[in-house]
Protein backbone atom coordinates (compact mmCIF):
# COMPACT_ATOMS: atom_id res chain seq x y z
CA UNK A 1 0.00 0.00 0.00
CA UNK A 2 1.07 3.14 -0.66
CA UNK A 3 2.91 5.25 1.92
CA UNK A 4 0.62 8.10 2.91
CA UNK A 5 1.57 11.34 4.19
CA UNK A 6 -0.12 13.53 6.26
CA UNK A 7 1.78 17.46 6.79
CA UNK A 8 -0.17 19.94 9.25
CA UNK A 9 1.73 22.72 10.46
CA UNK A 10 -0.35 22.98 14.06
CA UNK A 11 -0.71 24.77 16.73
CA UNK A 12 -0.76 22.92 19.89
CA UNK A 13 -1.38 25.46 22.02
CA UNK A 14 -4.98 25.55 21.05
CA UNK A 15 -5.28 21.97 22.33
CA UNK A 16 -4.88 23.27 25.55
CA UNK A 17 -1.59 20.60 26.47
CA UNK A 18 1.50 22.72 25.38
CA UNK A 19 1.81 26.66 25.74
CA UNK A 20 2.86 28.85 23.07
CA UNK A 21 5.93 30.74 22.91
CA UNK A 22 6.05 34.46 22.20
CA UNK A 23 7.86 33.69 18.80
CA UNK A 24 4.63 31.94 17.92
CA UNK A 25 6.72 29.03 16.19
CA UNK A 26 4.72 26.09 15.96
CA UNK A 27 6.15 22.54 15.17
CA UNK A 28 4.72 20.83 11.83
CA UNK A 29 3.64 17.27 12.81
CA UNK A 30 2.59 14.14 10.44
CA UNK A 31 2.25 10.84 10.49
CA UNK A 32 3.70 8.56 7.64
CA UNK A 33 3.62 5.06 6.12
CA UNK A 34 0.16 4.13 8.27
CA UNK A 35 -2.75 2.04 6.44
CA UNK A 36 -4.65 5.45 6.43
CA UNK A 37 -4.63 9.00 6.74
CA UNK A 38 -4.57 8.63 10.71
CA UNK A 39 -1.96 6.17 11.30
CA UNK A 40 1.44 5.62 10.68
CA UNK A 41 4.97 6.72 11.91
CA UNK A 42 4.77 10.18 13.85
CA UNK A 43 7.06 12.58 13.05
CA UNK A 44 8.06 16.41 13.51
CA UNK A 45 9.70 18.62 11.97
CA UNK A 46 12.17 21.04 14.09
CA UNK A 47 14.88 23.32 12.97
CA UNK A 48 14.15 22.12 9.46
CA UNK A 49 14.82 18.61 10.03
CA UNK A 50 12.02 15.87 9.89
CA UNK A 51 12.48 13.26 12.59
CA UNK A 52 10.76 10.44 14.12
CA UNK A 53 9.61 11.06 17.88
CA UNK A 54 10.04 8.14 20.20
CA UNK A 55 9.31 8.13 23.75
CA UNK A 56 9.50 5.08 26.30
CA UNK A 57 6.81 6.29 28.25
CA UNK A 58 4.50 7.50 25.38
CA UNK A 59 0.44 6.93 26.48
CA UNK A 60 -2.56 7.39 24.54
CA UNK A 61 -2.93 10.80 26.62
CA UNK A 62 0.34 12.15 24.43
CA UNK A 63 -1.21 10.63 21.09
CA UNK A 64 -4.81 12.60 21.50
CA UNK A 65 -3.74 15.88 20.81
CA UNK A 66 -1.66 14.93 18.06
CA UNK A 67 -4.75 12.98 16.66
CA UNK A 68 -6.92 15.84 17.41
CA UNK A 69 -4.98 18.65 15.29
CA UNK A 70 -4.32 16.34 12.75
CA UNK A 71 -8.36 16.20 12.40
CA UNK A 72 -8.06 12.25 12.73
CA UNK A 73 -10.96 12.15 15.54
CA UNK A 74 -9.58 9.58 19.09
CA UNK A 75 -6.38 8.03 19.80
CA UNK A 76 -6.81 4.56 19.52
CA UNK A 77 -3.57 2.92 20.06
CA UNK A 78 -0.23 3.29 20.29
CA UNK A 79 3.26 0.97 19.66
CA UNK A 80 7.15 1.45 19.37
CA UNK A 81 8.53 -0.66 16.91
CA UNK A 82 12.04 -1.60 16.73
CA UNK A 83 14.02 -1.01 13.08
CA UNK A 84 17.64 -2.67 12.00
CA UNK A 85 19.85 0.08 12.84
CA UNK A 86 19.75 3.70 14.53
CA UNK A 87 18.36 6.53 12.74
CA UNK A 88 18.56 9.93 14.21
CA UNK A 89 14.85 10.80 15.90
CA UNK A 90 13.67 13.33 18.62
CA UNK A 91 13.21 11.97 22.42
CA UNK A 92 10.48 13.35 24.33
CA UNK A 93 10.14 14.27 27.81
CA UNK A 94 7.08 13.14 29.51
CA UNK A 95 7.41 15.39 32.39
CA UNK A 96 8.00 18.32 30.22
CA UNK A 97 4.84 17.15 28.42
CA UNK A 98 2.52 17.49 31.42
CA UNK A 99 4.03 20.66 32.67
CA UNK A 100 2.03 22.01 29.43
CA UNK A 101 5.53 23.51 27.80
CA UNK A 102 5.96 24.08 24.10
CA UNK A 103 6.57 20.97 22.15
CA UNK A 104 9.67 22.22 20.67
CA UNK A 105 11.01 22.96 24.44
CA UNK A 106 10.04 18.91 25.26
CA UNK A 107 12.46 17.15 22.19
CA UNK A 108 16.11 16.61 22.21
CA UNK A 109 17.70 15.23 19.20
CA UNK A 110 18.87 11.60 19.73
CA UNK A 111 19.17 8.68 17.73
CA UNK A 112 17.45 4.98 18.34
CA UNK A 113 16.39 2.00 16.51
CA UNK A 114 13.30 2.32 18.20
CA UNK A 115 10.31 5.16 16.59
CA UNK A 116 6.71 5.29 17.78
CA UNK A 117 3.87 4.85 15.38
CA UNK A 118 0.01 6.12 16.35
CA UNK A 119 -3.47 4.64 15.44
CA UNK A 120 -6.51 7.56 15.27
CA UNK A 121 -10.00 6.97 14.48
CA UNK A 122 -10.57 8.24 11.21
CA UNK A 123 -13.95 9.62 11.39
CA UNK A 124 -15.07 9.15 14.67
CA UNK A 125 -14.57 10.66 18.23
CA UNK A 126 -15.84 11.48 21.92
CA UNK A 127 -15.75 14.71 23.07
CA UNK A 128 -15.68 16.51 26.11
CA UNK A 129 -15.72 13.25 28.11
CA UNK A 130 -13.18 11.92 31.17
CA UNK A 131 -11.75 9.31 29.27
CA UNK A 132 -10.56 8.48 25.57
CA UNK A 133 -13.81 6.02 25.58
CA UNK A 134 -16.34 8.33 26.71
CA UNK A 135 -18.05 11.66 25.32
CA UNK A 136 -20.11 13.78 23.25
CA UNK A 137 -20.12 11.47 19.58
CA UNK A 138 -18.74 13.33 16.27
CA UNK A 139 -18.59 12.14 13.30
CA UNK A 140 -16.83 13.08 10.02
CA UNK A 141 -18.96 14.27 7.41
CA UNK A 142 -17.47 14.69 3.27
CA UNK A 143 -14.56 12.37 4.29
CA UNK A 144 -14.02 12.61 0.45
CA UNK A 145 -13.21 16.10 0.23
CA UNK A 146 -11.09 17.31 2.78
CA UNK A 147 -11.68 20.56 2.43
CA UNK A 148 -14.82 20.53 3.22
CA UNK A 149 -14.52 18.23 6.01
CA UNK A 150 -16.51 18.99 9.01
CA UNK A 151 -17.20 17.09 12.17
CA UNK A 152 -21.16 16.68 13.33
CA UNK A 153 -23.00 15.55 16.60
CA UNK A 154 -25.43 12.93 16.25
CA UNK A 155 -29.13 13.47 17.41
CA UNK A 156 -29.81 10.67 20.23
CA UNK A 157 -33.31 9.88 18.08
CA UNK A 158 -31.04 8.66 15.29
CA UNK A 159 -28.40 6.18 17.48
CA UNK A 160 -29.42 3.07 19.48
CA UNK A 161 -27.34 0.56 21.61
CA UNK A 162 -26.09 -1.59 18.28
CA UNK A 163 -24.70 1.46 16.98
CA UNK A 164 -22.81 2.73 20.10
CA UNK A 165 -21.48 -1.17 20.29
CA UNK A 166 -19.35 0.10 16.99
CA UNK A 167 -18.47 3.35 17.69
CA UNK A 168 -16.73 1.37 20.79
CA UNK A 169 -15.11 -1.05 18.64
CA UNK A 170 -14.04 1.50 16.51
CA UNK A 171 -12.55 3.51 19.43
CA UNK A 172 -11.18 0.72 20.87
CA UNK A 173 -12.65 1.25 23.91
CA UNK A 174 -15.11 -1.63 26.02
CA UNK A 175 -18.66 -2.45 25.28
CA UNK A 176 -20.90 0.08 25.96
CA UNK A 177 -21.78 1.29 29.44
CA UNK A 178 -24.09 4.48 29.28
CA UNK A 179 -25.84 6.14 26.10
CA UNK A 180 -27.56 9.43 27.79
CA UNK A 181 -28.43 12.66 25.59
CA UNK A 182 -26.67 16.11 26.68
CA UNK A 183 -24.38 13.96 29.09
CA UNK A 184 -20.98 15.80 27.85
CA UNK A 185 -23.11 18.95 26.97
CA UNK A 186 -24.76 20.41 23.97
CA UNK A 187 -23.64 22.28 20.74
CA UNK A 188 -25.13 24.43 18.09
CA UNK A 189 -23.07 22.70 15.61
CA UNK A 190 -24.11 21.01 12.90
CA UNK A 191 -25.87 17.28 13.06
CA UNK A 192 -25.84 14.28 11.42
CA UNK A 193 -28.55 14.06 9.28
CA UNK A 194 -29.25 10.85 8.78
CA UNK A 195 -30.01 7.28 11.23
CA UNK A 196 -27.41 5.31 11.70
CA UNK A 197 -28.92 1.39 11.25
CA UNK A 198 -26.10 -0.86 12.78
CA UNK A 199 -26.00 -4.61 12.98
CA UNK A 200 -23.66 -4.22 15.75
CA UNK A 201 -20.98 -6.32 14.15
CA UNK A 202 -19.34 -3.49 11.93
CA UNK A 203 -16.33 -2.72 12.36
CA UNK A 204 -17.01 1.21 11.59
CA UNK A 205 -19.56 3.38 12.15
CA UNK A 206 -19.53 4.57 8.63
CA UNK A 207 -19.90 1.03 7.13
CA UNK A 208 -23.22 0.32 8.97
CA UNK A 209 -26.62 1.38 6.78
CA UNK A 210 -28.09 4.56 7.28
CA UNK A 211 -32.09 5.94 6.39
CA UNK A 212 -32.67 7.52 3.42
CA UNK A 213 -34.57 10.15 4.75
CA UNK A 214 -32.73 12.74 6.09
CA UNK A 215 -33.11 14.52 9.44
CA UNK A 216 -33.41 18.88 9.66
CA UNK A 217 -33.75 19.17 13.68
CA UNK A 218 -32.64 17.96 17.14
CA UNK A 219 -34.30 18.71 20.10
CA UNK A 220 -31.92 20.72 22.30
CA UNK A 221 -29.98 18.75 25.32
CA UNK A 222 -30.59 15.27 22.54
CA UNK A 223 -26.86 15.19 21.35
CA UNK A 224 -25.43 11.65 21.60
CA UNK A 225 -23.60 11.09 25.03
CA UNK A 226 -21.67 7.76 25.23
CA UNK A 227 -19.52 6.19 28.01
CA UNK A 228 -17.87 3.05 26.83
CA UNK A 229 -16.49 0.85 29.17
CA UNK A 230 -12.82 1.15 30.09
CA UNK A 231 -10.99 -2.13 27.97
CA UNK A 232 -9.74 -3.94 31.24
CA UNK A 233 -9.64 -7.83 32.53
CA UNK A 234 -8.64 -9.77 35.44
CA UNK A 235 -7.45 -13.37 33.69
CA UNK A 236 -6.16 -17.03 35.02
CA UNK A 237 -7.71 -16.33 38.73
CA UNK A 238 -10.13 -18.40 40.59
CA UNK A 239 -13.28 -15.77 39.68
CA UNK A 240 -13.71 -13.33 37.30
CA UNK A 241 -12.52 -10.92 39.94
CA UNK A 242 -9.29 -12.12 40.55
CA UNK A 243 -5.73 -12.66 38.29
CA UNK A 244 -3.59 -11.28 36.26
CA UNK A 245 -4.59 -7.99 35.12
CA UNK A 246 -4.75 -7.24 31.30
CA UNK A 247 -5.40 -3.90 29.55
CA UNK A 248 -6.48 -3.35 25.49
CA UNK A 249 -5.15 -0.77 23.82
CA UNK A 250 -4.83 -2.07 19.98
CA UNK A 251 -4.30 -5.63 21.61
CA UNK A 252 -4.78 -7.07 25.06
CA UNK A 253 -1.74 -7.10 26.80
CA UNK A 254 -1.00 -7.90 30.62
CA UNK A 255 0.09 -4.64 32.99
CA UNK A 256 3.28 -4.46 34.78
CA UNK A 257 4.20 -1.34 37.37
CA UNK A 258 6.78 -1.39 40.31
CA UNK A 259 4.87 0.70 41.89
CA UNK A 260 1.31 -0.18 41.88
CA UNK A 261 -0.60 -0.32 44.86
CA UNK A 262 -3.90 -1.18 46.11
CA UNK A 263 -4.92 2.44 45.78
CA UNK A 264 -4.31 1.81 42.44
CA UNK A 265 -6.17 -1.22 42.17
CA UNK A 266 -8.87 -0.17 43.69
CA UNK A 267 -10.33 1.70 40.95
CA UNK A 268 -9.57 -1.17 38.85
CA UNK A 269 -11.90 -3.43 40.56
CA UNK A 270 -14.77 -0.59 40.75
CA UNK A 271 -14.37 -0.54 37.08
CA UNK A 272 -15.02 -4.29 36.89
CA UNK A 273 -18.01 -4.55 39.34
CA UNK A 274 -15.90 -6.55 41.76
CA UNK A 275 -15.52 -4.84 45.09
CA UNK A 276 -13.07 -3.23 46.54
CA UNK A 277 -8.87 -4.36 45.97
CA UNK A 278 -7.56 -6.95 48.30
CA UNK A 279 -4.47 -7.67 47.31
CA UNK A 280 -1.76 -6.79 44.38
CA UNK A 281 0.93 -9.52 43.31
CA UNK A 282 3.44 -9.37 41.13
CA UNK A 283 4.90 -12.38 39.34
CA UNK A 284 7.91 -13.10 37.40
CA UNK A 285 7.38 -15.05 33.99
CA UNK A 286 9.81 -16.91 32.58
CA UNK A 287 11.15 -14.39 30.23
CA UNK A 288 10.62 -11.08 29.15
CA UNK A 289 7.38 -10.04 27.19
CA UNK A 290 5.34 -7.48 25.51
CA UNK A 291 3.52 -5.85 28.70
CA UNK A 292 1.86 -2.51 29.44
CA UNK A 293 3.62 0.32 32.39
CA UNK A 294 1.46 2.55 34.19
CA UNK A 295 2.21 6.43 33.55
CA UNK A 296 1.82 7.81 37.30
CA UNK A 297 1.69 11.44 36.59
CA UNK A 298 -0.99 10.46 33.83
CA UNK A 299 -2.99 8.62 36.22
CA UNK A 300 -2.93 11.36 38.92
CA UNK A 301 -3.94 13.97 36.68
CA UNK A 302 -7.36 12.22 36.79
CA UNK A 303 -7.05 10.08 33.52
CA UNK A 304 -8.48 6.21 32.91
CA UNK A 305 -6.32 3.33 33.19
CA UNK A 306 -6.04 2.50 28.99
CA UNK A 307 -5.10 6.36 28.52
CA UNK A 308 -1.91 6.23 31.16
CA UNK A 309 -0.23 2.55 29.87
CA UNK A 310 2.90 2.83 26.95
CA UNK A 311 4.07 -0.20 25.66
CA UNK A 312 7.53 -1.98 27.65
CA UNK A 313 9.51 -5.47 27.91
CA UNK A 314 9.27 -7.02 31.42
CA UNK A 315 9.67 -10.37 32.96
CA UNK A 316 7.00 -9.59 35.62
CA UNK A 317 3.08 -8.80 35.61
CA UNK A 318 0.91 -7.96 37.98
CA UNK A 319 -1.77 -10.08 39.87
CA UNK A 320 -4.79 -8.35 41.60
CA UNK A 321 -7.45 -9.97 44.01
CA UNK A 322 -10.71 -7.96 44.28
CA UNK A 323 -13.22 -8.79 46.81
CA UNK A 324 -16.20 -10.61 44.66
CA UNK A 325 -19.54 -7.88 44.72
CA UNK A 326 -22.02 -8.44 46.62
CA UNK A 327 -24.91 -10.71 45.73
CA UNK A 328 -28.54 -8.99 45.84
CA UNK A 329 -31.03 -11.26 47.17
CA UNK A 330 -34.04 -12.07 44.67
Not at 86 to 92: A, E, F, G, K, L
Not at 172 to 187: E, F, I, R
Request: proline letters at 3%; aromatic letters at 8%.
Amino acid sequence: MDHILMVLSVSLWSSGLWAEDTNNHNEPVRLVGGSSRCAGTLEVKQSGQWKPVYDNEWTLKHAAPFCRELDCGSAVSTRWRKESSDRPIWTMNSDCFYSRSRLGYCLTADSSSYILEITCSDSVRLVNGTSLCSGRLEVMSNQSNQSTQSWSSVCDADFDQQDAEVVCRELGCGAPSVLQGALYGDVEASMWTKEFQCGGTESALLDCRSSGSERNTCSPGKAVGLTCSEPVRLVGGSSRCSGTLEVKQGEWRQLYDFYWTLKDAADFCRELECGSAVSVGRRKVSSDRLVWTMTHVCVRLGSALRDCVSPESSPYIVEVTCSDPLVQPV
